[in-house]
T-cell receptor
């Protein structure tokens, strides 16, 4: 099945600083999804990327899908305390193989 | 509120026992997924059902089984429980069965094995 590596595992930032998490696969992906899980909560779908080189923005969040469709990133500009949580990428090779989640990046924000 | 309902919220039981976790998908969603989340293994995909049929299988142990009923709710059965089965079990649902659909997660069932 698919394997996705996500880095870093933990990221401490000061409020107002930027944050980036990276997701890498050794194989070409059909699509990649990003989820956010607040402490004590459940994963919540953020976005899906499908096209090579795709870039999507949601307010302060920017999502990118690599040209080779093997990597993706999530960048948050000027972090706020509400951004605290774990950000997961979830990859699919296509078809009925389910989603493979990365181990997640825990974002910790110091006020 | 994601619209996905999981019961119970917490389960405490002993090794060797058997438990059933229940999930009701969002209205209109035909596909149900089960995940196990533990500190060391992250979010592990177990199994997917679509409209009553098994669609995809992940890292599900032979001691675990699942089914989806005609009303589309799903149950995950865990038997011969071991200490290592302690984890948070999530159910998610999506409209269709393909992996390019957003998944909507329930609040999870926290299973503690004593």
């Amino acid at each position: 099945g698919q394997q996705v590596m996500q880095i870093p595992q933990y990221q401490h930032v000061q409020e107002g600083e930027d944050f980036t998490t990276y997701c890498n696969s050794s194989t070409t992906l059909s699509n990649i999804q990003w989820y956010k899980q607040r402490p004590g909560g459940h994963p919540v779908f953020l976005i899906q990327l499908v096209k090579s080189g795709e870039v999507k923005k949601q307010k302060r969040l920017t999502f990118q899908f690599g040209e080779a469709k093997k990597n993706s990133s999530l960048h948050i500009t000027a972090t706020q305390t509400t951004d605290v949580g774990t950000y997961f990428c979830a990859a699919s090779g296509g078809g009925a193989d389910g989603l493979t989640f990365g181990k997640g990046t825990h974002l910790i924000i110091q006020p | 509120d994601s619209g996905v309902t999981q019961t119970p919220k917490h389960l405490i039981t002993a090794t060797g026992q058997r438990v059933t976790l229940r999930c009701s998908p969002r209205s209109g969603d035909l596909s149900v997924y089960w995940y196990q989340q533990s500190l060391d293994q992250g979010l592990q995909f177990l199994i997917q059902y679509y409209n009553g049929e098994e669609r995809a299988k992940g890292n599900i142990l032979e001691r675990f089984s699942a089914q989806q009923f005609p009303d589309l709710h799903s149950e995950l059965n865990l038997s011969s429980l071991e200490l290592g089965d302690s984890a948070l079990y999530f159910c998610a649902s999506s409209v269709e069965g393909s992996s390019n659909q957003p998944q909507h997660f329930g609040d999870g069932t926290r299973l503690s094995i004593l």
